[in-house]
T-cell receptor, first 109, second 113 residues
Framework: GQNIDQPTEMTATEGAIVQINCTYQ??????LFWYQQHAGEAPTFLSY??LDGLEEKGRFSSFLSRSKGYSYLLLKELQMKDSASYLC??????????WGAGTKLIIKP | IAGITQAPTSQILAAGRRMTLRCTQD?????MYWYRQDLGLGLRLIHY???????GKGEVPDGYSVSRANTDDFPLTLASAVPSQTSVYFC????????????FGEGSRLTVL
């Protein structure tokens, strides 16, 4: 079956760095997405990886290893506004998105 | 700049009633999707449309129907609501069904009593 696994909740300190991991099993693979969702709001796009390696975008970076079925989202210089859920989603061979349940990130001062 | 508009934002509904959630996008995106989001679960796809005039079933289509008469509109209908359909519903669109960034509406919170 198809599956996305990510931790349910993580806590980090303002100004620090946090890494949110995601492992995936999909039927075929056409890329890995990360979305951010603040409480009570809609998800918004953060990143897309289809090739192995690290993609950096400001304070946020996303990494992919296709051979390991693994991705992570790295958030640097954490700010209170980064408190949100982070959703990992894999795109399978039929271009269907398989979503993880999300990681709730709590930032403490 | 509107993007995707959903209506209503919130609704309380008696079981057995019919309900249509509206979704309109102004980005001329080909693909549109309806998801439901429940606590502790990932987004689950209800129905999708790769282009105007076509629709398909997602992971949890039972009890729901959709239509795509034109590019902009993609309404979701609950023919006879049941309490298990209490959820937050998100409409989304993308330029192509072959991947690409999803743009989400603000969500419709539906409570079925």
């Amino acid at each position: 079956g198809q599956n996305i696994d990510q931790p349910t909740e993580m806590t980090a300190t303002e100004g620090a760095i946090v890494q949110i991991n995601c492992t995936y099993q999909t039927s075929g693979f056409n890329g890995l997405f990360w979305y951010q969702q603040h409480a009570g709001e809609a998800p918004t796009f953060l990143s897309y990886n289809v090739l192995d390696g690290l993609e950096e975008k400001g304070r946020f970076s996303s990494f992919l290893s296709r051979s390991k079925g693994y991705s992570y989202l790295l958030l640097k210089e954490l700010q209170m506004k980064d408190s949100a859920s982070y959703l990992c989603a894999g795109l399978d061979s039929n271009y269907q998105l398989i979503w993880g349940a999300g990681t709730k990130l709590i930032i403490k001062p | 700049i509107a993007g995707i508009t959903q209506a209503p934002t919130s609704q309380i509904l008696a079981a057995g009633r019919r309900m249509t959630l509206r979704c309109t996008q102004d980005m001329r995106h080909n693909a549109m999707y309806w998801y439901r989001q429940d606590l502790g679960l990932g987004l689950r796809l209800i129905h999708y449309s790769n282009t105007a005039g076509t629709t398909g079933k997602g992971e949890v289509p039972d009890g729901y129907s959709v239509s795509r008469a034109n590019t902009d509109d993609f309404p979701l209908t609950l023919a006879s609501a049941v309490p298990s359909q209490t959820s937050v519903y998100f409409c989304a669109s993308s330029d192509s069904y072959e991947g690409g960034e999803l743009f989400f509406g603000e969500g419709s919170r539906l409570t079925v009593l």
